[in-house]
């Protein structure tokens, strides 16, 4: 019984691991802490866009399906977050 309780346990870690919440402040470094810079000069005013325009660029990105010149490293930005984790993200950005 003891096993089954620790392996349980330990998967509950995991899988709330797994689902853990957007790390804002690693966005804000190249977006600029109101969301109105161009990352690196290339990407769009992300404070300008809609919540849903926001959801379907990080998904895409999480795809591979949406982007320009940033889009190798927005993948590997967004694909440990989980769709639902990513438009929760957006509902706290844009307009």
Do not use: R
């Amino acid at each position: 019984m003891k096993k089954i309780v620790i392996a349980t346990i330990a998967t509950l870690a995991l899988v709330t691991a797994a689902s853990a919440a957007v790390n804002g402040k690693a966005c804000t470094s190249c977006h600029g802490a109101d969301w109105s810079k161009k990352a690196l000069g290339k990407s769009k005013n992300v404070s300008a866009l809609t919540h849903a325009e926001i959801a379907t660029a990080l998904k895409g990105y999480k795809a591979g399906t949406y982007g320009g010149p940033m889009k190798g490293l927005m993948k590997g930005q967004v694909a440990k977050y989980s769709d639902a984790d990513l438009d929760a993200f957006a509902q706290t950005i844009g307009k």
